[in-house]
DNA sequence: AGCACGCCGACT
DNA sequence: GTCGGCGTGCTC
């Protein structure tokens, strides 16, 4: 038998299946996903399972054999291997990068080699304080240590393996320490026991005990649990080990980071009509076994998670597995308690504050069937479940299901991928949809089919909406009021406070960070490498790369004109933290932000605070928007709406407006009602002036025409090829040279045409253009923007291009990231 | 990615 | 005359 393998190689040349025996003990254990240890090159290499056949590619002479099977039930299914394929197509990576984002990073073994002496060969000419040191560990010892130990002999190794006096035998070892437990297993037969404890003298008391615990609870107790207890000494169980009265073994221990938690059972509520005929029309797709995609369009407030925990059930009752993706950010206990507490341990959570071992705890539980619910964000889109019957994208207009790194997958259409794998529902829920979604879900549907927009307009409660006022800064300015705060927010905040009720503030922070600049000449602090602003950090009063992390101290005056007006600017959450105590002395803040949230549990530790009241103000940036529930919250002020309206990004509006939309729902959720206040510079911007009136369909109807002018998505599709080098000649010219090739074989195809031209396939590039930000990490860089429509298989066509230009030596040293469907062009 | 093979400068 | 620079090419 072959194996066709993946070997774990970031190249593009070894981008490619390899072929190798299969040793006959393994035979009956590898499958297509199995991950093996393969020679490679001259070393043990982890590689993926992709094939299995009869016959090899190459003359069978230069096959090799797979040296290891590393696991005894494969990683990845043979339909995720397949999705694998799709993704490197769609998303032009490379087929391991494919394969490695579908699985737990403990899972990425590397090479351990270990050396021995060669038997029945000369060894006198090895230094005897090597063999010692080997003859010591029991023949064999890991090359890494050797080196430490001895590294004056780093050249007595090399000879030695070189001229066959050491051996050295290579195992693929995962980044993983398996936690074991000493775990006390009573004896099967209680009869003996019993009889065994009647027998016991008396002087044997705690041993008694310890056997009287065990009779009455018959299950296996981690020994230092039992022992702690009944307050007895490890050594009296063990003393009852002696007596075969009960075993101990060590039992792989999994951690479950929410183990030490209880969560109360909590059983379906009454489903309103609305919810009632959204849950059927997903209980009916999920029950037909066909693959169909539904956008759930529901008001904050109207219940969604209700209808996803019901579908969920009927998903499972029907014999399939569910995967429910929420932003990272939302991923809080809150969310985690519910579904918990609908499904107990049969949940698995995956988000990224998991160390790499209980990350891979959870997605055991997910691969071995014990668990049938997966939670989590981006990433587990790739759970590893048999029988997928649903998929919910919760707040499926988050950027944050894209990722930013290759492979550059968008969540939403891999959960599309895998649900027509599997025959499975997908549920896009949100209460301001991204515009593709939108679009995607209005369009025409065949006479008599059911339509996949399923509405939700009205909340729960019953409960209107939070009235939104907006006010405008300008005015504050002409009036005379220089602070960050309008006189109307500052009255609201104060009111709060006299009432004891809780406030949030949104700080929308995105490309506002605090830069260095001079007011006499205009200089700015920038990075020296990457060509964009530094940003000032007030702890250790550093200027900072926020792109390669370059450090500088911070100048007391300005290196260009030596003048003493530098100042430190933009709006930190820092400054509306001091600011808000001047104003309000003894006002009690919780600040949200990058900084403070960096710890393991801080995030949840922080809202839990805030929960429990003991703070009035919870200040943050775009994390506070999102899924907060707190019945004492009546006040939401935006301190500032535009700064994410002036970004150079075709979804600047849409962003301003889901942001706002977001952050209003989190008032007044409950009996208290709830009021929101949005500062701006431009109240008459529609973005801002819809999500006042909570009107998406005026938004949408809006931004469209916006899309259709300019042709942006959902107009078109982009795809977006990134070009850096450390020369800007080089960058310029491998730029220049993949625009044209690129636009040659689309005029080839017959598809280079303008958008505007109206035809169903149509390409158009734009570009070279250097970046936004010209130069990164010392290397300098341009990009190409592709616009297109209809069925052009763009990736292919890119893809080619790079093959044929990456031959090209003058274009060596180029770095080329390819990025389909980019979220943000600047 | 690593590692070996291969053709041109400063040293015993 | 050799040791070693890293350019080029291959890995089942």
């Not at 763009?794 to 060596?812: D, F, I, N, P, Y």
Request: with cysteine.
């Amino acid at each position: 038998m072959i194996a066709k393998v993946i070997v774990d190689v970031p190249s593009r040349q070894t981008d490619r299946p390899f072929d190798y025996k299969v040793p006959e003990a393994i035979e009956d254990w590898i499958e297509v996903g199995s991950r093996v240890g393969v020679p490679f090159g001259g070393r043990v290499l982890q590689g993926f399972v992709v094939g299995l056949s009869e016959t090899a590619t190459v003359d069978s002479s230069k096959l090799k054999a797979v040296a290891e099977l590393l696991d005894p039930v494969p990683p990845l299914l043979p339909d995720m291997v397949e999705l694998s394929e799709w993704l490197c197509a769609k998303y032009c990576c490379s087929r391991t990068q494919a394969l490695g984002v579908m699985i737990p990073a403990a899972l990425k073994g590397k090479e351990e080699r270990y050396i021995g002496i060669e038997e029945d060969v000369e060894t006198v000419l090895l230094p005897e304080a090597l063999k010692e040191e080997i003859r010591e560990n029991g023949g064999w010892i890991k090359l890494e240590r050797l080196l430490r130990s001895f590294p004056e002999h780093a050249g007595s190794v090399k000879e030695g393996l070189r001229s066959g006096m050491l051996a050295v035998r290579s195992s693929i070892k995962d980044r993983l320490a398996v936690r074991t437990v000493l775990t006390v297993f009573p004896l099967e037969d209680t009869v003996a026991m019993a009889a065994a404890k009647q027998a016991m003298p008396r002087s044997a008391a705690k041993q008694i005990t310890v056997l009287e615990h065990l009779l009455e609870h018959p299950y296996p107790v981690a020994m230092a649990q039992l022992a702690k207890e009944l307050s007895v000494a490890v050594s009296t169980i063990r003393a009852l080990e002696k007596k075969e009265l009960l075993s101990i073994r060590e039992v792989e221990k999994e951690r479950d980071p929410y183990g030490d938690r209880s969560y109360e059972r909590t059983v379906p509520l009454a489903l309103t009509k609305e919810q009632e005929a959204v849950y059927s029309r997903i209980a009916d797709v999920i029950r037909s076994e066909h693959h169909f995609t539904m956008l759930l369009h529901g008001v904050t407030g109207s219940g969604k998670t209700e209808v996803y925990l019901q579908s969920i059930q009927y998903c499972l009752e029907q014999g399939k597995q569910a995967i429910v993706l929420v932003p990272e950010i939302s991923l809080t206990p809150q969310m985690v308690e519910r579904f918990k507490g609908r499904f107990g341990t049969a949940v698995a959570v995956l988000h990224s504050r998991l160390s790499d071992g209980e990350r891979y705890d959870e997605w055991r539980k997910i691969r071995s069937g014990r668990a049938v619910v997966a939670i989590g964000a981006r990433s587990a889109i790739f759970a590893p479940f048999r029988h997928i019957g649903l998929i919910i994208i919760d707040e499926e207009h988050e950027s944050s299901y894209k990722q930013e790194e290759s492979p550059k997958y968008h969540a939403r259409d891999v959960a599309v991928r895998r649900a027509k794998q599997h025959g499975a529902a997908v549920v896009l829920g949100s209460a301001t949809p991204s515009l593709e979604s939108f679009a995607a879900a209005s369009r025409d549907m065949p006479p008599g089919a059911p339509s996949p927009l399923l509405p939700m307009p009205s909340r729960v409660s019953g409960r209107p909406l939070p009235e939104v006022e907006v006010v405008d800064m300008r005015s504050e300015l002409r009036d005379g009021n220089r602070s960050m705060f309008s006189r109307k927010l500052h009255g609201e905040l104060l009111r709060r406070l006299e009432r004891g009720e809780q406030s949030v503030l949104l700080l929308n922070r995105r490309g506002y960070s605090t830069f260095v600049m001079c007011r006499s000449c205009g200089y700015t602090a920038a990075c020296p490498h990457c060509d964009i602003s530094l940003t000032y950090h007030q702890k250790t009063r550093l200027v900072r790369c926020h792109y390669c992390g370059h450090a500088e101290a911070a100048p007391g005056q300005c290196p260009s004109c030596e003048s003493e007006h530098i100042r430190y600017f933009g709006t930190g959450t820092q400054k509306v933290e001091e600011e808000l105590a001047k104003l309000f002395p003894g006002i009690r803040v919780i600040r949200m932000d990058v900084d403070t949230t960096s710890g393991k549990h801080a995030h949840e530790r922080l809202l839990s605070q805030f929960g429990e009241r003991k703070a009035d103000v919870l200040l943050g940036t775009q994390m506070v928007a999102k899924g907060l529930d707190f019945p004492y919250v009546t006040l939401v002020g935006v301190i500032a709406a535009d700064t994410s309206l002036n970004l150079p990004d075709f979804r600047a509006a849409e962003r301003t407006f889901q942001l706002l939309t977001q952050v209003a729902g989190r008032a007044g959720r409950h009996h208290l009602e709830g009021e929101v206040i949005i500062q701006t510079y431009s109240p008459e911007h529609y973005a801002i002036a819809k999500s006042q009136q909570h009107d998406y369909a005026g938004f949408v109807r809006e931004e469209l025409r916006h899309r259709s002018v300019m042709a942006y998505p959902p107009y078109c599709r982009l795809a977006l090829v990134l070009m850096s080098h450390e020369q800007l000649p080089a960058v310029i010219a491998a730029s220049d040279r993949f625009a044209a090739e690129i636009r040659e074989l689309a005029q080839h195809e017959g598809v280079l045409v303008p958008l505007s031209s109206g035809r169903p396939r149509a390409v158009e590039v734009l570009g070279p253009v250097a970046s936004s930000i010209a130069r990164m990490k010392d290397r300098y860089r341009f990009q190409c923007v592709i616009k297109y429509r209809g069925s052009v298989d763009v990736s292919g066509m890119v893809q080619r291009v790079l093959q044929s230009l990456l031959k090209e030596t003058a274009h060596r040293g180029v770095q080329f990231s390819v990025d389909v469907d980019p979220q943000v062009i600047i």
